[in-house]
């Protein structure tokens, strides 16, 4: 933990205040919404709460990197860089589902220190520091321990975003687990660090998807990693499996290594 990082993190939650309040005033109307060269929705509103949040950081950071869905990246090579998501969940925001969110975290030397999940509909905020602790509306949490692989409960946001290639793979991880709940958004990666589910498996996600998830689950006693058990970093992109211990991890990660 840098010297600096409670300060880092309450300034996290200071613009996390400001999106909410962005996000909570464009619901009251139906929003327009375009589709992305990968065709996943964007709105206004996913810029705008964006375009805040980057004028905030420069003002109070200006040596910081910053990294963000709707605008892409500047100083990826500074110490510390903000990884932004506007709206984690833009078709469940549009649709008026109750699972989005803002999510906003800080990577130190390329690799995620701390993170923000601000869940404006149900008027949740998790916070946490990677290795350090994590928070749920100020009060402290831990990811669910001792669960076996056929017991788990997992969660997975959709499986339209999972590439042919991957397919395969998840389809064994799916049946050696209990159940499997589709469609959460980042808020199944919040009930992971909550301790009220064990796995979150994903594919096709980029950096500022999972940024802040992962720095509130490590700090809530869990493991992030790709699906080879590599640790994400800013260039990453593809496929990622957080599990609420390593003894689970490893297990889920034997199922979904491909069999010759």
């Not at 959709?158 to 709940?181: H, M, S, W």
Request: glycine share 10%.
């Amino acid at each position: 933990m840098t010297d600096h990082t409670e300060t880092f993190l309450a300034f996290a939650q200071a613009i996390a205040d400001s999106s909410r309040a962005l996000l909570l005033a464009a619901t009251e109307e139906a929003p327009r919404v375009d589709l992305k060269q990968d065709a996943s929705f964007v709105t206004a509103t996913d810029r705008a709460v964006e375009a805040r949040l980057r004028e905030q950081i420069r003002a109070a950071f200006p040596d910081h990197g910053i990294m963000g869905e709707e605008y892409g990246s500047e100083r990826l090579d500074a110490e510390f860089v903000w990884v932004l998501d506007p709206i984690d969940g833009t078709a469940a925001w549009v649709a008026g589902i109750p699972v989005y969110g803002t999510l906003i975290s800080l990577a130190h030397g390329g690799k995620p220190l701390l993170g923000v999940i601000d869940l404006p509909a149900t008027a949740e905020r998790l916070t946490g520091i990677s290795g350090q602790g994590a928070w749920h509306n100020g009060k402290p949490i831990r990811c669910r321990k001792g669960t076996a692989l056929a017991d788990a409960y997992m969660t997975s946001s959709n499986p339209r975003f999972i590439p042919e290639a991957d397919r395969a793979p998840f389809a064994r991880l799916d049946g050696a687990v209990q159940f499997t709940q589709y469609g959460g958004s980042c808020y199944s990666y919040a009930c992971l660090a909550r301790g009220r589910t064990d796995l979150a498996v994903d594919a096709g996600f980029d950096a500022y998807d999972l940024f802040a998830p992962t720095a509130i689950i490590e700090g809530a006693g869990g493991v992030v990693t790709d699906w080879q058990g590599g640790p994400l970093d800013l260039g990453w992109r593809g496929c990622v499996i957080a599990a609420g211990d390593r003894a689970l991890h490893e297990s889920a990660l034997e199922a979904l290594a491909v069999r010759e």
